[in-house]
């Protein structure tokens, strides 16, 4: 079995250090990937410091990834050597539940395999993209198309698809008015997709220190939210609310600044439950939804849309040496908008 140099949390909270893996042998269907970025998801912390439960040790984060096949199994005819590729936050599904057969396989009713932090179905543990090379089932592996750079279509494989796929499904169209709650790595990300499918996008914050930013990036509006007039010049304006916010925060007064028949969609998640009351939804028929990520054929679609429209993350290329200051910095929210690991670091004593 072929080794690749990594970069590994040996246990909750340790600071992640060198590590060497192996990856299996390409089989009939499988590619064998070179990384060369993987972008730096909020969720690798909280996975490596075993916050959400359930951690495997040792953890190799990453499921931003993208890279070049280097070897293709004689069954793969989607992919050839020297293609640009990428692997989201899955390498498999069951294939045959009513979710993964309507290619929506985030959803796999038995659960899909994560990129990381998981297990193949034959129980080997799954290492991510924090390294020089991955193989992967070539039905879950993602063509990046030309005219995105690499580096900064790495986070679209989560930051991206989390965003374009609840605002696909729950129908965003030209002219809708879409308020996005937050803007970090998925904020800036909802930003640039609303304004490509022709919405008038407001970004809602608590900083107002975002605001030149948040026009920068495409917003037609940005407003305060810590000013509690806010929520009182904005009532019954928007037709989607579109919040990236894990802090803990008020559902029931962003759902008062949706119009009659609007929509609510959460993709940020708070560590603790947030009290929802009935009234806000009520009295304007308002609706409450969230979503998880994109299916492989989405995931697609989201990437020749950002090709065609030019949309692509704002990003900070790193080594993997400074990646526990990067996580450092990203709990204080100082980064824009998204860390990136050049793996070719990897290769640095």
Known sequence: MPTTQAYAASAAKAALGPFTLERREPRAQDVLIDIQYCGVCHSDIHQARDEWGGALF???????????????????????????????????????CPSCL????????????????????????????????????????????EGIPLERAAPLLCAGITTYSPL????????????????????HMGVKLGKAMGAEVTVLSTSPSKRDD?????????????????????????DFILDTVSAPHDYNAYLGLLKRDGTMILVGAPEAPSPLASFPLIMKRRKLGGSLIG????????????????????????????INEAYERMLKGDVRYRFVIDTASLDSK
Do not use: W
């Open 58 to 96: 040792p953890m190799v984060p990453g499921h931003e990834i993208v890279g070049k096949v280097s070897q293709v199994g004689g069954a793969v005819t989607a992919f050839k050597v020297g293609d640009s590729v990428g692997v989201g936050c899955f390498v498999d599904s069951c294939r045959e």
């Open 102 to 145: 309507e290619g929506e396989e985030q959803y796999c009713e038995r659960g899909c395999v994560n990129t990381y932090n998981g297990r193949e179905h034959d129980g080997a543990p799954t290492y991510g993209g924090y390294s020089r090379s991955i193989t992967v089932d070539a039905k879950y592996v993602l063509r990046i198309p």
């Open 168 to 187: 696909r499904h729950y129908g965003l169209k030209a002219g809708d008015k879409l308020a996005v709650v937050g803007l970090g790595g998925l904020g």
């Open 214 to 238: 948040a026009l920068a990036l495409g917003a037609a509006h940005f407003a305060a939210t810590s000013d509690k007039k806010t929520f009182k010049a904005l009532a019954n304006q928007f």
């Open 295 to 322: 299916g492989i054929r989405e995931t697609q679609e989201m990437l020749d849309f950002c090709a065609k429209h030019q949309v692509a993350s704002d990003v900070e290329v790193i080594p993997i040496q400074k």
